[in-house]
T-cell receptor
Framework: ETGVTQTPRHLVMGMTNKKSLKCEQHLGHNAMYWYKQSAKKPLELMFVYNFKEQTENNSVPSRFSPECPNSSHLFLHLHTLQPEDSALYLC????????????????FGQGTRLTVV | DAKTTQPNSMESNEEEPVHLPCNHSTISGTDYIHWYRQLPSQGPEYVIHGLTSNVNNRMASLAIAEDRKSSTLILHRATLRDAAVYYCILSPMNRDDKIIFGKGTRLHILP
């Protein structure tokens, strides 16, 4: 248990569905991140939030829409996804991010395994 | 492209030390060197990080070259639970830069 909780752990959705991934941390961190990990590929940074403000959007398609209502919660809203979007989606948090970096150690959740059919 | 270079895989015997190398020749003066590891079916786990001086914690040691262009993660006594993919990344403090993960080193521990 890392202190970062992601739900659901597994999700299967059709290309016309709308779903949301949730991430929650109660570590008192102010920076939260979404990463995508496709099979046999490195982790790709998607979004960074610092103090609830989005500070990084790594050229992510608009069918992925992040939301950070407070420092403890981060959502990733999904709509009209493609099969190639199937991947492990990881959330992370750190005390405070500086630009795209981790200032100290980052804590990752266990991820949501997403399958788009 | 990743800013770090690591061997694709390494093997070590259980209960022996493991030295995992990482090259980062384009490191800037404000980049921190972080190491994470990812066990199967889990998210990455923080191992250690440093800037210039060598660092020790309960999990590992980090040896940083004097010119900072390379570093080595040292596991003092490998166990089967240390089998994982180990990522060496540069964490920039520059707002215009971002963390880029490479493919990491897959460490196999032989019993």
């Amino acid at each position: 248990e890392t202190g970062v909780t992601q739900t659901p752990r597994h999700l299967v959705m059709g290309m016309t569905n709308k779903k949301s991934l949730k991430c929650e941390q109660h570590l008192g961190h102010n920076a939260m991140y979404w990463y995508k990990q496709s099979a046999k590929k490195p982790l790709e940074l998607m979004f960074v939030y610092n103090f609830k403000e989005q500070t990084e959007n790594n050229s992510v398609p608009s069918r992925f829409s992040p939301e950070c209502p407070n420092s403890s919660h981060l959502f990733l809203h999904l709509h009209t996804l493609q099969p190639e979007d199937s991947a492990l989606y990881l959330c992370a948090s750190s005390q405070e991010g500086a630009g795209g970096g981790f200032d100290t150690e980052a804590f990752f959740g266990q991820g949501t395994r997403l399958t788009v059919v | 492209d990743a800013k770090t270079t690591q061997p694709n895989s390494m093997e070590s015997n259980e209960e022996e030390p493991v030295h995992l190398p990482c090259n980062h020749s384009t490191i800037s003066g404000t980049d921190y060197i972080h190491w994470y590891r990812q066990l199967p079916s889990q998210g990455p786990e923080y191992v250690i990080h440093g800037l210039t001086s060598n660092v020790n914690n309960r999990m590992a040691s980090l040896a940083i070259a004097e010119d900072r262009k390379s570093s080595t993660l040292i596991l003092h006594r490998a166990t089967l639970r240390d089998a994982a993919v180990y990522y060496c990344i540069l964490s920039p403090m520059n707002r215009d830069d971002k963390i880029i993960f490479g493919k990491g080193t897959r460490l196999h521990i032989l019993p």
